[in-house]
């Protein structure tokens, strides 16, 4: 089955900048999309289709994408922005059309 | 706007069924795709599959295929995930959530349910 690769955990402290980033093989030809899960609370998409932001969501957050990895990037990092953070993309077949990474915990300090 | 409610928590027992449900509103149900996540106690997402109501194309998990069904009601606007014989290991909070397929022949999910705790006890 297809993987994405995500560190487990990232630390900054607040007003600093942070970059989560997830790997696969497929990403150069496949969208990265991004999530936000707060503790106990549902995702909520921060950007989709590698760098498009949803209009709800803070300017500080933005994606990128460079060969077989996509960046989440969150400048100027609020104590509110403390969760984890899931990478999803597809495999480019019909076996798996949605993967998730395995998540990242971003600690504010 | 948009709102996907689900069923409540459910306390099941190894080899009973289950159906749960996820009530869209505040958008054009037949026309969107709803996906199905599992969230198992402290792990990550796991895309379970996912069904387009307006003619009830349903594609499955590899990992969940045979395991659970989906189904939708356009009727009632509610979208389905039900299994035959639930296992100690189904333990878990489900989420449904709004898909759209995108040129690259993926989905995303805009809008998700609060999710619905399914717990197994003997």
């Known amino acids: 089955s297809y993987e994405l690769t995500q560190p487990p955990s990232v630390s900054v402290s607040p007003g600093q900048t942070a970059n989560i980033t997830c790997s696969g093989d497929?990403?150069?030809?496949?969208?990265g999309y991004w999530y936000q899960q707060k503790l106990g609370r549902a995702p909520v998409l921060v950007i989709y289709?590698?760098?498009e932001r949803p209009s709800v969501i803070p300017e500080r957050f933005s994606g990128s994408k460079s060969g077989t990895t996509v960046t989440l990037t969150i400048t100027g990092v609020q104590a509110e922005d403390e969760a984890d953070y899931y990478c999803?993309?597809?495999?480019?077949?019909?076996?798996?059309?949605?993967?998730f990474g395995g998540g990242t915990k971003l600690t504010v300090l | 706007e948009v709102q996907l409610v689900q069923s409540g928590a459910e306390v099941r027992k190894p080899g009973e069924s289950l159906k749960i449900s996820c009530k869209a509103s505040g958008y054009s149900f037949s026309t969107h795709w709803i996906g199905w996540v599992r969230q198992m106690p402290g792990k990550g997402l796991e895309w379970m599959g996912i069904?387009?109501?307006?003619?009830?194309?349903?594609r499955y998990s590899p990992s969940f295929q045979g395991q659970v069904t989906i189904s939708a009601d356009k009727s009632l606007n509610t979208a389905f995930l039900q299994w035959s014989r639930l296992k100690a290991s189904d333990t878990a909070t489900y989420f449904c959530?709004?898909?759209?397929?995108?040129?690259?022949?993926?989905?995303?999910?805009?809008?998700w349910g609060k999710g619905t705790l399914v717990t197994l006890s003997s």
């Open positions: 497929a990403l150069p030809k496949q969208y």
């Open positions: 959530a709004r898909g759209f397929y995108s040129s690259k022949w993926d989905y995303y999910f805009d809008s």
């Open positions: 069904i387009y109501p307006g003619d009830s194309d349903t």
């Open positions: 289709q590698d760098t």
């Open positions: 999803q993309s597809g495999d480019n077949s019909d076996f798996y059309p949605v993967v």
